[in-house]
């Protein structure tokens, strides 16, 4: 295994680490911005992990972003609707 693999391992396993916990505040509370973040933090790491994985060549890679995309545009819909509610 090579050291990008390990990290690209490791950035994934944070990404899920960071999705259990807002997971977790969102079953707590029932506030609808945890439950984005917990979103948008499993798809980046769904997406990281697609990329240490699954040996993509790094031309075909674009639309893995795009799921990146969707996790960051997840926390700004969510953002804006806390915004709007208050």
Sequence with gaps: MSLIGFLSGA??????????FFLRFWRDTREEL???????????????AILALGGVPDELRSWI????LAAFLTIIVAILRKNRAA
């Design 65 to 68: 972003y795009l799921v990146r």
């Design 11 to 20: 950035v994934t396993l944070g990404f899920s680490v960071a999705a259990l």
């Design 34 to 48: 945890f439950l984005a973040f917990a979103i948008a933090f499993l798809l980046l790491g769904v997406a990281q």
